[in-house]
């Protein structure tokens, strides 16, 4: 029988189908001109479009003040993890790369073009946004799967002279720290004193245990779906190897072993996989962020109810709601506005006490400012420089 949150998210996709077959789409292209006279398509075409061209050509720095790359960015998937949903290939990434972009201009004002890939080696991915770079002022690569999603970052970022970031790993670590700044605030705690478990060792959970871990140094245990990462197994990628460096080595066992005792759960993984037996074997008043989508890893009210000081979810409908949409538009419009060609660290945690501190007074119910605060995107982008 299906759960009640399950029917509910089965409507929610019905209207969505509705409305973006209404709309036909999410995004379009608008011109900040007319072309109502001779004159002008003389001017914006040819023949006086040959001297831009012609004074554009001395490479990305004259091409700025003629074009829309001072503002624009590409959304990248090539469609092998979307969502929660996994390989959809490019044509099922579409619609979210379409939202991506809704989302870029809407909230920060970014023209944000998305572009899905029907290549899905590292090299071949790496190659084709190399070649479609000097179209663009910044890179947003989404929904690309693990292991190779942080190859491809990792190289794009050291191959080109433009921002490149992977969204699924560092908006949501952003975030995550973000919310866990003013968990601390309403628990009265020091974030270096927690032990912290996080179920997921994918993209997102590689990226949130080593912001953590950059940011505090608490203990941290990871987990996949074969049990806790440790040093003696051998079925390791190099990137849950990475993991080591900043997580736990020796402890073994399953998710239960690693979540007892814990002050703070993490939950990048899937739906409905923590119980309340599991909370109760918990630290006194634990922390539960129960991100998976749509359905989170436990309901809010289970938690609530077995103890949790403070529930977060991914979900919009519950409150403390960690949505990389609170990061990324700022991110993206400092790098830009500030000529940054690296995200770094110590940008991503610049932004996530920007996050916390717009919330003056945090409490269980609020730790997290809402994505719709228009503070967000100007106070975010001051501190990417």
């Known amino acids: 029988m299906l ?4 029917i509910n998210v089965m409507d929610i996709y019905e209207e969505s189908k509705k409305l973006h077959r209404l709309k036909k789409g999410k995004i379009s292209t608008i011109a900040r001109d007319h072309l109502d006279t001779r004159e002008k398509l003389s001017l914006y075409y040819t023949p006086g479009m040959g001297g831009v ?5 001395g490479g990305r720095e004259a091409l700025k003040p003629y074009s829309w790359i001072n503002n624009n960015l590409a959304v990248i998937s090539d469609g092998t993890a979307v969502l929660g949903l996994g390989d959809l290939g490019p044509y099922g990434a579409m619609p979210v790369m379409e939202g991506k972009a809704m989302i870029f201009k809407e909230f920060a004002n970014i023209d944000a073009v998305p572009i899905v890939l029907n290549v899905h080696s590292t090299d071949e991915i790496i190659n084709v946004v190399k070649a479609i770079a000097p179209s663009f002022g910044a890179i947003n690569l989404e929904d690309i799967a693990a292991p190779k999603c942080f190859e491809i970052e990792e190289r794009l970022k050291n191959e080109l002279d433009i921002p490149v970031m992977h969204d699924d790993q560092h908006g949501t670590a952003v975030v995550v720290l973000s919310a866990l700044i003013n968990a601390m605030k309403v628990s009265g705690e020091k974030l270096s004193d927690m032990k912290i478990t996080i179920v997921g060792a994918g993209a997102a959970g590689v990226a949130v245990a080593k912001l953590i871990y950059e940011y505090a140094k608490p203990e941290i245990i990871a987990v996949d779906s074969k049990g806790i990462i440790n040093s003696t197994r051998t079925d390791l990628n190099t990137e849950k190897k990475l993991l080591l460096s900043f997580s736990n080595q020796s402890v073994t066992g399953s998710l239960k072993d690693a979540i007892k005792g814990s002050n703070i759960f993490i939950g990048l993984s899937r739906g409905d996989l923590l119980t309340a037996s599991d909370i109760k074997t918990m630290a006194d008043r634990p922390i539960i962020f129960a991100m998976a989508n749509p359905i989170p890893e436990i309901m809010p009210d289970e938690a609530k109810n077995a ?16 949505n990389n949409v609170l990061a990324f538009p700022g991110i993206f419009r400092g790098a830009l506005d500030n000529e940054v060609q690296k995200i770094t660290d110590e940008h991503k945690i610049a932004a996530a006490e920007v996050i916390a501190g717009l919330i003056e ?13 228009k503070r967000l995107v100007p106070a975010i982008a001051k501190v990417i420089k």
């Open 3 to 6: 759960k009640k949150h399950t």
């Open 361 to 373: 007074h945090p409490t269980a119910e609020e730790i997290i400012p809402s994505v719709l605060d």
């Open 307 to 322: 103890g949790a000081l403070i529930v977060a979810t991914g979900r919009s409908d519950f409150p403390n709601q960690i």
């Open 53 to 57: 061209a012609t004074e554009a050509s």
